[in-house]
């Protein structure tokens, strides 16, 4: 099957990314030298790290979406010589994107932590990680859209090697950057940010070296590298309404964890720990997703519009029937993973607060997986419009409403009087959140099942 060719080294990529995160999620838990106070201050410091890093980065589908559905489509209809010049546009959109992420670091990480009301050690924490990932990147971004123009290009196995090189080398930089190595004390958590971010540099720089060469059909050039406007103009068509897309949901993100951070730093730390281990099982939804992106634009470029409908289908019930069998481990086994994470005494508030959230995921996986494969389809369709608005409707008039009535026991509104919530804590929020999914999952099932992208022009 194409959709599991495509996936399987998907899969493994996103494993390696899973791995990665979850090695700095376990030195940040298991920091030999941390007071019960620092303890809580780390994990809830790298909550926040872990929700700003994939928002700064979901950026870069500013480049990759566009990416992956004009080569895709380029490719499908035997267009090479289209495809590696559209490669070369959204490589120039990717850098672009790095130097405002740049701008980010220098000038906006304080008002940005304090705006989700993260504050005293863990914010300090948090500040140190932030700029070492923000210095680092543009190789993030390059590499994602490299990888995305590669996949477009039916090629998802060059990323996975690159990916594993990067990870091994990944591992002990991470570990050395956080605990030091003789007499160097170790940077801490900044020390992670910097190891994730130089094996990316690493990965990246041999990525380039093997498209200078030529890949998969694809080759950096130089000369290639300047804006090109009719296909800049086709690459942005696509982009644009998945970039405004993650705004939305970035948007989104920051009033959500808003509200968990108040909670405090056990919530904070639970919080994220819940959401590290459910990537175990997104990663299914998010490689499958990479698959039906691939073969949508490819069919609907050689004019199959019926295959593509097919290739989307089957990308979703094997994504879906992965993460449910996720799903149903994180319900059985929700505890001793949360004491994986948290071995001391004094974290029992972490567990306390994460396993009930954890389990409570579980029933969320085939609406995931619909949030993850069928919107992917669409966009390698080039409809990205309606993912927009799918997006926006389910944060904000869905999720966020929710989350405030659920989280909080009074919910103040300006210029209205309080109302009263239920005040279930961290509960209500993934309550809250499981709704949206539930939502979205629906409404991207049925515009798939509609068939009306498959005449989208891009």
Not at 71 to 76: A, E, I, Q, Y
Request: net charge positive; with cysteine.
């Amino acid at each position: 099957m194409q959709a599991l060719g495509l996936a399987a080294p998907a899969v493994g990529l996103q494993a390696l990314v899973l791995l990665v995160n979850l090695t700095g999620r376990w030195l940040a838990g298991n920091a030999t030298s941390a007071t019960a106070a620092d303890q809580l201050a780390l994990q809830g410091a790298q909550t926040t790290c872990f929700y700003l890093s994939w928002m700064i980065a979901s950026f870069g589908i500013l480049a990759s979406a566009g990416a992956t559905a004009l080569v895709s489509r380029l490719v499908g209809a035997g267009d090479w010589d289209g495809a590696n010049r559209a490669m070369h546009q959204a490589v120039l959109v990717a850098a672009a994107v790095g130097v405002a992420g740049w701008l980010l670091g220098g000038f906006g990480i304080d008002g940005l932590l304090a705006l989700l009301n993260l504050d005293g050690t863990a914010a300090l924490y948090a500040r140190q990680f932030l700029q070492a990932m923000l210095l680092l990147l543009p190789f993030q971004l390059l590499a994602t859209t490299l990888n995305a123009s590669l996949a477009g290009a039916g090629d998802t196995r060059t990323p996975l090697k690159i990916g594993a090189w990067a990870t091994a080398a990944n591992l002990p930089l991470a570990w050395i950057g956080f605990r030091g190595f003789g007499t160097w004390p170790g940077l801490g958590l900044a020390g992670i940010a910097w190891g994730a971010g130089l094996s990316q540099a690493l990965g990246t720089s041999v990525l380039v070296g093997m498209l200078a060469r030529g890949r998969s059909g694809l080759r950096l050039q130089r000369s290639l590298l300047k804006p090109d406007g009719r296909l800049l103009s086709r690459l942005l068509h696509i982009s644009l309404p998945a970039a405004a897309e993650s705004l939305s949901m970035v948007a989104g993100q920051m009033v959500f964890l808003s509200v968990v951070n108040r909670l405090g730093d056990a919530a904070r730390g639970a919080h994220g720990i819940a959401l590290g281990w459910e990537s175990m099982a997104e990663m299914f939804g998010m490689a499958f997703g990479i698959a039906a992106s691939v073969l949508v634009g490819q069919n609907l470029g050689a004019g199959r519009p019926d295959e593509a409908r097919r290739s989307g289908l089957a990308a979703y019930a094997c994504g879906s029937l992965l993460m449910a069998v996720g799903g149903a481990l994180f319900f059985i086994f929700a505890t001793p993973l949360f004491e994986f994470y948290c071995p001391k005494p004094e974290q029992a508030p972490v567990i306390a607060a994460g396993v009930p959230v954890l389990r409570l995921v579980a029933f969320a996986m085939p609406a995931l997986a619909a949030c993850h494969i069928f919107s992917s389809a669409l966009r390698g369709a080039g409809d990205t419009r309606y993912p927009l608005l799918f997006t926006t409707a389910g944060f904000f008039s869905v999720r966020l409403p929710l989350t405030f009535f659920l989280c909080e026991s009074v919910v103040n509104i300006p210029g209205l009087t309080p109302l009263p919530g239920l005040g279930l804590g961290l509960y209500g929020c993934w309550l809250a959140m499981v709704a949206d999914l539930w939502f979205r999952g629906l409404l991207y099932a049925r515009r798939f099942a509609g068939g009306r992208w498959q005449s989208v022009r891009v």
